[in-house]
C-alpha cells in the first residue's frame, strides 16, 4: 500500500490519541455502527483533503467502515498530527499521504496521491482538493459524482466556481449545516485558536487587548473565550451589521489602524487577503503578538512584514520574532497559518463529531443522489441537520420537549389571533 507519513512508528501513539477522540464522538460511532451493517458506500472511491487530525482518523475509519476505498492528504501543510497518519496508514490501511511540515510540492503532490484513488466522491476542507481536480486532473472529472466541502472559506470558492460556470460536479456545503457552523465555528474556533495562542505564547490573557478581524462564526467564538479569560476585546469588521451586533454583544469596534495601535494580541478570522497589511505594522505596540485562524495563510500580509523588517529568528516553537527597522518587534504564529491547528490540536472531538457527521452522510447522501443535482453547491439536507442534533442532544444525555397535537394545530393555522 501506498502512503507517505513522517514515520510509520508514531501509528500506535496516533491509535490511541484517535481512542481518546472516539470517546467523544458518539453521533459519528452511531454512524459508523450502521455503515459496518448496511455498508452504504461499498466500493464508492473517496479521496478526503482536511487536516489530518485525531477527529479525521475517526471519520476516515467511518467512511472505511461503510465499505468506501478511502485515500487521505492533508488540507495545510503545518495541520497534519503525524502519529494519526501514521495510525491511518498502519492500523486503517488507509493510503494517507501527509507530513506536518511539508512544503508546498510536497503539499500539491499529496494531493495528487490521494486522487490518484480515481475519487467518485472528494471531500475538502479549504476546497484545494476541487481546484486541483478542475485545473491539473480534467481527466478524473467524468468518473466524480459529487463532492462535499467543510469550510466557510471553501464554500466561498466552490461558489466562485460555480457562478463563473466553471464547477463540473455538485458539491454540498458541510460548513452551511446548522450543526456545523453554530458549534464547530463558533465553540470549535473559538476554544481552539485561544488553545493554540497560549500554547504558542504562554501570554496572559487578562488585562491584554485582544483584537479580533471579523466578527463572522469564529470572530464571534474568539472574541466570546478571550473576553472569558479576562481579556478586553476589540472587533474590527468591513460589514457594518456584524459591526452592530459585535457593539451590542458589549466589544468595542475599531477599524484596524486604530486597534493596530493599542492591541497586544491579533487574531485574523476574516477568509479575506491582506486584513493586516503594511500599513499597520508601524502602528502596533512593541511585543504585539500576530495569528490567524482564518483558513488561508493570507490574512496577514507577511511579505510586508518581512519588508519592514531587518531580521527575524524562531524564539519559541510556532512564535517567529520580527525585529522591524523602526526597532520595534511583531511575533508571528505558527507563520501565519491557522493557528489553532498548527499550535494546538484544532477543534476538540466532541464538536468535531457533529461536523464530521455530516461529513459522513453528506458523502452517503452525494453518493446515493447525485444524479438529480446540478454542477452547483447545495445546503446539506435539512433533515441531516435535525437528525444529527437530535442524535448529539441524546448522547448528551438531553431531553426535550414534544408539540402536542394542540400545539402542531396552532402552528399550521392563522385563524386565532389577539
Ligand atoms: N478543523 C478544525 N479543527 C479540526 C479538527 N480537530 N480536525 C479536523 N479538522 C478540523
Known sequence: MNYDVKDINLADKGLLRVEWARRDMPVLNAIRERFEKEKPLKGLRLAACLHVTTETGVLAATLKAGGALVHVCASNPL??????????????????????????????????????????????DGADLVFTVHTKRQELIPEVLGGTEETTTGVIRLKA????????????????????????????????????????????????????????????????RARGLGARVVITEVNPLKAL???????????????????DIFCTLTGDINVIRAEHFPLMKDGAILSNSGHFNVE?????????????????????????????CLY???????????????????????????????????????????????????????????????????????????????????????
Open 245 to 263: 451586533e459585535a457593539l451590542m454583544d458589549g466589544y468595542e469596534v475599531l477599524p484596524m489602524n486604530e486597534a493596530a495601535k493599542i492591541g
Open 300 to 328: 496577514i500580509e507577511i511579505s510586508a512584514l518581512e519588508r519592514l523588517s531587518k531580521g527575524k529568528r524562531q524564539i519559541r516553537d510556532a512564535v517567529e520574532e520580527y525585529a522591524l527597522k523602526s526597532g520595534k
Open 161 to 224: 466556481m460555480a457562478k463563473d460556470g466553471v464547477l463540473k460536479y455538485p458539491m454540498i456545503a458541510v460548513n452551511d449545516a446548522m450543526t456545523k457552523y453554530l458549534f464547530d465555528n463558533r465553540y470549535g474556533t473559538g476554544q481552539s485558536t485561544i488553545d493554540g495562542i497560549l500554547r504558542a505564547t504562554n501570554r496572559l490573557m487578562s488585562g491584554s487587548i485582544f483584537v479580533v478581524a471579523g466578527y463572522g462564526w469564529c470572530g464571534r467564538g474568539a472574541a466570546m
Open 79 to 124: 495541520s497534519t498530527q503525524d502519529d494519526v497518519a501514521a495510525y491511518l496508514a498502519k492500523h486503517e490501511g488507509i493510503p494517507t499521504f501527509a507530513i506536518k511540515g511539508e512544503d508546498s510540492e510536497t503539499y500539491y503532490r499529496h494531493i495528487h496521491q490521494a486522487l490518484d484513488v480515481k475519487p467518485q466522491v472528494t471531500m475538502d
Open 332 to 418: 508571528l504564529l505558527a507563520e501565519g497559518r491557522l493557528v489553532n491547528l498548527a499550535a494546538a490540536e484544532g477543534h476538540p472531538s466532541a464538536v468535531m463529531d457533529m461536523s464530521f457527521a455530516n461529513q459522513a452522510l453528506a458523502s452517503e447522501f452525494i453518493s446515493k443522489n447525485h444524479a438529480q443535482f446540478q454542477k452547483q453547491v447545495y445546503p446539506v439536507p435539512a433533515e441531516i441537520d435535525q437528525e444529527i442534533a437530535r442524535l448529539k442532544l441524546a448522547a448528551m444525555g438531553t431531553a426535550i420537549d414534544t408539540l402536542t397535537p394542540e400545539q402542531e394545530k396552532y402552528l399550521a393555522s392563522y385563524d386565532l389571533g389577539t
